[in-house]
């Protein structure tokens, strides 16, 4: 099994003389990567070799499907073949950027960083005859994780003498229910309205050189104690949520050392 993908990006970066210590770079990523190593869902298989009468797809079940009265495996147990194949594509583009300055303040420095991600596309063809799913704003469905359209983080922090104090703020764009979870809208699926907004987070950090082989460090991370968004069975992951993407323990203490010998 043989993958295959084009990529190509492009970049620039600006240091103005005009502003000693401003740093600003951009960079456009667009990635295709064809002949994915998948497996097909079997549903997948089902629903268009029986009801679209797709024969490359009835191939993949046992004597495939007799046209006549559509029955699959006639004749033989109802067994398939779904083995990995390569037959999926994945497309992804988007624009990352970064800004940094750095300034003297008082007997110290401040440094202020900025790293933005705008995702113009993010999507996969499963096989040559479905059609195309956009996960960029989405999750759940078929797209899974939740992948905001636009997310950052920024931080400022303070150098002074040993003492170094930062703030960092982590923005995760809202998100929409992948259309693809219940394609045909009913009342009776009241986790139509699990849509999840954008969402903020908070950390503290200070460290302190004690000396130059001893650093401590204390911290609070998500400050602000901001819940997890709650859905309902629009999601598979565990306590009702995506932990890999929110936070799932609220406020949270952290405290380090770092020794160099």
């Given amino acids: 099994f043989e993958e295959t993908a084009d990529t190509w990006t492009v970049g620039a970066v600006w240091q103005p003389e005009q502003v000693p210590g401003l740093n600003v770079q951009v ?3 667009n990635i295709t990567i064809d002949d994915v190593i998948t497996q ?3 549903q997948t298989v089902l629903d268009e070799c029986h009801l679209q009468g797709i024969s490359s797809q009835c191939d993949i079940v046992a004597q495939g499907r007799n046209p006549a009265n559509g029955i699959l495996g006639q004749g033989a147990p109802f067994l398939s ?3 990995v194949i390569n037959a999926a594509q994945l497309k992804a583009s988007g624009i990352d950027g970064r ?13 202020i960083n900025y790293y933005g991600t705008y995702t113009l596309e993010n ?3 499963p096989s040559p005859t479905t059609a195309l799913i956009e996960c960029a704003g989405y999750f759940s469905g078929q797209c899974g994780e939740p992948l905001p359209e636009y997310k950052h983080t920024a931080q400022i922090g303070y150098l002074w003498g040993p003492l170094t104090t930062s703030v960092r703020w982590r923005l995760i764009g809202g998100v929409d229910l992948d259309p693809s979870t219940f394609p045909t809208p009913s009342s009776s699926f009241s986790d139509l309205s699990d849509d999840i907004g954008m969402y903020n987070y908070l950390d503290v950090t200070m460290q302190y050189a004690v000396n130059e082989n001893l650093d401590l460090t204390v911290g609070v991370q998500n400050i602000t104690g901001k819940d997890a968004p709650l859905l309902g069975s629009t999601v598979n992951e565990q306590a009702n949520t995506w932990p890999a993407t929110y936070e799932t323990l609220g406020r949270q203490l952290f405290v380090g050392a770092s020794v160099r010998f």
Avoid: H, Q, R, T
């Avoid at 800004?99 to 440094?111: A, K, N, Q, T």
């Fill in 27 to 29: 960079d456009y990523y």
């Fill in 40 to 42: 097909l869902a079997f």
């Fill in 81 to 83: 073949s779904l083995g």
């Fill in 99 to 111: 800004i940094g300055y750095s300034f003297d303040m008082g007997e110290g420095s401040v440094s």
């Fill in 123 to 125: 999507s996969l063809l």
